[in-house]
């Protein structure tokens, strides 16, 4: 063994020599490769160490009481209440209207596209509704708040900001997000359960309901969390188009303010940096963080734990 | 052959049991309008706004110097110069910094990485980052730009900070397309006694070029589209100069936001114009990657 390599060494030396340089140079590539890679631990103990060390001085001054349990946000008056869950109604209530929007109609493209459309007609038709997610965010606020309150106040007696249009847009927006999980998530059920189905003389939207949705649940729920999580974390929809009015309501014809919308509230006055006005841009965010976070993990969670139930 | 039976259960067998063919298949014909009907709402939609913003700011979009001038306090005057650069160069920043980072990642995970437990704490977090909302990657910029680095509010804070938002979406994309480039291209290479990094540079990234670029669209023109992040790192609405890297800057987000929030009429029309812009800007982005992805690809 020992002679043999020496041999081998011997033998080959000037190629091994040419070798040790090439060694060096591989090295050097997979480490500049690997701190590419942990940019993004940085980026994530970057957002959680910035985001908590401004709310911890917060928590100094407004006790967690205060925030979780006073039910009003006026932080900008002259008597300040610093209750986050006014914020957390707006936001959770503008995310019960998207998602009534998103869900629905991100499932029926899903259907519509893997089990009745002609392959072409699908290459054509799945492009075309995710376009609706590469809209930036500003434009649905602006037709949220420019076309679809002034149509809809025919009917409702409306504000001018107010929940429902804001929520109605942002359920358009997140349709695909959920539309296309679930779509990947219906394809992936097998053949051959859809096929024993038919061999019970079972109807193409029994199998649907029957078998296809139920065994692409776990995927179906993933989108739908993953979309709820986008619904929370939607800024620009909100702020232009359902207002800065703190305050619990399940009115959504009123104006509403979300985490979201008062964060880019706060942003874009002058709030001196250490002052507690700018102290509360960091705990609404890091309610906003968490929230969202816990929302992702579930759903990466859900879709993983049931992923390979088939293979 | 019969399509009636006889159930065993004794409380059923009062009942025939009838296959109602007709009726299930009819209303598998109903739930299929439904269904398609729930595709087309989203699409109807897209036309509706697409329509709407012609016709509010196609007039404003073509008056002359809205493309060349800087803003105005009148709706109708001046135009949105300094936003349009701002998004551009915005947009440049981020190809410069995140697409390298990024495609470095991609490779890190699907080419060097052992399967150890830190592996996939990076790929889980790489997914996390992608869900988390673009303002709260404001607050991060604000932090670590502004005032760890001391860059302030500057071109540069915004368009790092757009870069850190575009990254999980570049390697995940990334990372798709180096997995799909097929091994018995990476076993010839090394067959002829090539380093690991040559037949990555040589063979699997330029076969993997238009997979990569199909993110990188994505994720860039998220970026130039992206308004939350960019109001907490501090854009501004207003400039009288085109903006450098290290000055304060405007984007086409933040001046359609600032229009839309100013109550005098004229500026809803300014608003739909500089959306028409953004929008083309997108367009011509993407037209520019699928340009160089037929180029590249290789069939």
Not at chain 1, 38 to 52: D, K, W, Y
Not at chain 1, 196 to 211: D, H, P
């Amino acid at each position: 063994m020992q002679a043999t390599n020496q041999d081998n060494f011997h033998h080959s030396r000037e190629s091994l020599e040419k070798k040790a340089s090439e060694d060096i140079q591989e090295k050097i590539v997979a480490a500049i490769l690997f701190c590419c890679a942990l940019i993004s631990i940085v980026t994530t103990f970057g957002i959680v160490f910035i985001i908590f060390q401004v709310t911890f001085e917060f928590f100094q001054e407004v006790s967690l009481a205060d925030f979780f349990l006073d039910t009003k946000w006026t932080p900008l008056f002259a008597e300040r209440h610093f209750g986050v869950l006014p914020l957390i109604n707006g936001t959770l209530l503008t995310t019960a209207i998207a998602m009534s929007v998103a869900i629905p109609l991100g499932l029926c493209s899903a259907i519509y596209l893997s089990e009745y459309a002609p392959p072409k007609v699908a290459a054509i038709l799945r492009p075309a509704v995710e376009l609706l997610a590469g809209i930036p965010t500003v434009v649905y606020g602006y037709f949220a708040l420019l076309f679809v309150t002034p149509l809809l106040r025919n009917f409702l007696p409306l504000e001018i900001f107010n929940a429902l249009s804001a929520g109605l847009m942002m359920g358009v927006m997140i349709t695909p997000t959920v539309g296309s999980i679930s779509l990947d998530a219906i394809k992936a059920v097998p053949r051959s359960l859809r096929e024993g189905a038919y061999a019970l003389g079972i109807t193409k939207l029994e199998s649907i309901f029957k078998v296809v949705l139920p065994a692409a649940l776990s995927g179906i729920s993933a989108s739908i969390i993953l979309g709820i999580s986008r619904a929370v974390g939607e800024t620009m929809t909100v702020v232009i188009a359902a207002g800065q009015q703190p305050k619990i309501t399940v009115n959504l014809m009123e104006s509403v303010e979300t985490l979201t919308a008062y964060m880019a509230q706060i942003s874009g006055g002058d709030s001196p940096r250490g002052s507690l006005n700018f102290k509360t841009l960091y705990a609404v965010g890091a309610v906003l963080f968490v929230l969202t976070l816990s929302l992702n993990i579930i759903s990466y969670w859900i879709s993983n734990r049931f992923k390979e139930k088939y293979d | 052959m019969s399509t009636t039976y006889r159930p065993n259960n004794p409380l059923d067998r009062e009942r025939e049991f009838t296959d109602n063919v007709e009726s299930r298949e009819s209303l598998g014909k109903a739930f299929e309008i439904i269904f398609l009907l729930g595709l087309l709402v989203g699409l109807f939609v897209l036309a509706l706004l697409i329509f709407d913003i012609s016709k509010d700011g196609l007039v404003r979009f073509f008056s002359p110097g809205f493309l060349t001038e800087t803003p105005s306090r009148f709706p109708d005057q001046g135009g949105i110069r300094p936003a349009i650069i701002g998004s551009i160069l915005l947009g440049i920043t981020v190809i410069l910094t995140a697409v390298p980072i990024g495609v470095g990642a991609a490779l890190y995970l699907e080419e060097y990485a052992p399967k150890t437990w830190w592996t996939t704490i990076i790929e889980i977090n790489i997914s996390n980052l992608a869900g988390v909302p673009s303002i709260v990657y404001g607050l991060l910029g604000l932090g670590v730009f502004n005032y760890l680095l001391g860059f302030g509010p500057t071109l540069i804070s915004g368009a790092l900070t757009l870069s850190l938002l575009s990254l999980p979406v570049i390697i995940v994309t990334a990372r798709e397309a180096i997995r799909s480039v097929p091994d018995s291209l990476r076993n010839a290479s090394y067959g002829l006694g090539v380093t690991k990094w040559q037949t990555i540079s040589s063979h699997v990234l330029p076969y993997a070029v238009p997979g990569i670029l199909t993110g990188v669209i994505i994720s860039v023109s998220r970026a130039i589209g992206d308004a939350a992040s960019l109001i907490v790192v501090g854009a501004v609405s207003f400039l009288t100069f085109n903006p450098g890297l290290f000055q304060r800057f405007m984007a086409l987000p933040i001046q359609i936001f600032s229009y839309i929030t100013r109550p005098e009429p004229g500026f809803a029309n300014a608003a739909a114009a500089t959306i028409i812009t953004l929008i083309l800007l997108i367009l011509a982005l993407n037209g520019i990657a699928i340009y160089v992805r037929q180029r590249f690809s290789i069939d």
